[in-house]
């Protein structure tokens, strides 16, 4: 699968910071970035037109770390598969609850906090229909949360034995070589794709989450 998600484990794949990548079957590009922004209260969405990535991080003062709160939502479409990508001052702050799946929607919700300084593994979650429906951190490290797959029987059961194939949980294994295994396995069980230059290069709407 061109692309998919293991690009994602590079250093500084999105941006300085890490990252926060919402994927989406069943909603369009704009009613997943409203639902998102439903959960946020506190804050009023402010459409921007389209944007690159590297446009969106410097106009509008982005960058993490920085003394602006804001958060920004890069959202498009590629294959079947709506996405929302993160910027600004996501850490902490932006929440992807069971209730952004309602009615039927898919959402797969994948974020690192790369410059966490404890450090923080990276997170995969999904939901379906309003409810959750598998979620694990990514270095299978029982210090943070469950070291295993957790959620619908069926599915953990089936990520676990794909893990298994692909030689984890291995405590010696690379944190990095954890995070992109893993995230291979997620692209081929869930068939989930960002493609790089499309998040990186393209001219893609985004929405401004400013706080009241």
Known sequence: MTDALSWLAEPESITYGGYSVVLARGLTPEELVARIAEELPGRTARPLGELTAEDLVEDYELEFAGEVEDIALHHGRSGDLAFAVAYGYWQGE??????????????????????????????????????????FN???????????????????????????????????????????????????????????????????????????
Do not use: M, Q
């Open 138 to 212: 990514l270095h299978l490290d029982p210090t943070w949360g469950p070291g295993d797959v957790r959620g619908e029987p069926a599915t953990a059961a089936a990520l676990t034995a794909e893990l298994a194939a692909a030689g984890l949980p291995d405590p010696e294994r690379e944190s990095g070589d954890l995070h992109r295994t893993c995230l291979e396995v997620l692209g081929r069980h869930f068939a989930l794709t960002l493609p790089r230059t499309l998040v990186r290069e393209a001219e893609l709407p985004a929405v401004l989450l400013e706080t009241d």
């Open 94 to 135: 932006l929440t992807i609850p069971p209730s952004v799946s309602r009615g039927g929607a898919e959402v797969f919700h994948l974020e690192f906090e790369e410059e966490n300084g404890k450090p923080v593994p990276p997170f995969f979650s999904s939901y379906r229909d309003g409810r959750e429906h598998c979620y």
